[in-house]
Structures are given as structure tokens and as C-alpha cells.
Nanobody, 122 residues
Framework: QVQLVESGGGLVQPGGSLRLSCVTSGFPFDYYSIGWFRQAPGKEREGVACISSVHGSSYYAESVKGRFTISSDNAKNTVYLQMNSLKLEDTAVYYC???????????????WGQGTQVTVSS
């Protein structure tokens, strides 16, 4: 059974940092891509970052390039999202999701976590 559990969200001031974690189980982590997505109130869900260990690649939305870093710890079946220089518009519920690496991207076909709230406010 595919499981993804996010943690690390919270309230932070503009310019601050947070690190989100996505602990996974139930599938061969090394052969899956893991992505971070977010959904702000009244907006559609958008992709933020995606990482594929087997392909050795990572991708970012233009809005977070240079500020967010996605990484993985294959020994812990965990993916992280380091978020720096946070802006008000980064406020959203952040989700992680899994896809078989054969999908060549992050779409959430294999499963989703429950989400963690990130609020950027002064």
C-alpha cells in the first residue's frame, strides 16, 4: 500500500525558511519519482518540484527556482523540500506525490499524501 506522509509545515515570516519532509512506504522508492505540489485557497493545484533518483534529475516551477531545493534520502525513503526566501504567495497546502519513474515526470499517479499547511505571514 502506497503511503506518503508530509510534515514540516508551519507559520513563517516572509524571507524565512522551512523544510518539508515526505516519508514514503509501500513502493520501491529508488524507482519512483516524487513531486511536491501545492494548492492555495481558491487556486488550482500546481507542481512545485520533482525529483527522480533513477534518472538523476530534478525540476522546479519557475516561481520557486533559486529558492526551493528538492532532495532525497534513499536510505530513509524520504524526500525533502527546502524552502528559502519564502514569500506571501508561497502560502498553500503542500502535498507530495509519487509516480513510477517510467512516467518521466511527477503527476501523482501512484499516490498522494495528506498535505501540510505552509503559511507565510508577517
Amino acid at each position: 500500500q502506497v503511503q506518503l506522509v508530509e510534515s514540516g509545515g508551519g507559520l513563517v515570516q516572509p524571507g524565512g525558511s522551512l523544510r518539508l519532509s515526505c516519508v514514503t512506504s509501500g513502493f520501491p522508492f529508488d524507482y519512483y519519482s516524487i513531486g511536491w505540489f501545492r494548492q492555495a485557497p481558491g487556486k488550482e493545484r500546481e507542481g512545485v518540484a520533482c525529483i527522480s533518483s533513477v534518472h538523476g534529475s530534478s525540476y522546479y516551477a519557475e516561481s520557486v527556482k533559486g529558492r526551493f531545493t528538492i532532495s532525497s534520502d534513499n536510505a530513509k525513503n524520504t524526500v525533502y523540500l527546502q524552502m528559502n526566501s519564502l514569500k506571501l504567495e508561497d502560502t498553500a497546502v503542500y502535498y507530495c506525490a509519487a509516480d513510477p519513474a517510467t512516467r518521466y515526470g511527477c503527476f501523482g499517479d501512484a499516490g498522494w499524501g495528506q498535505g501540510t499547511q505552509v503559511t507565510v505571514s508577517s
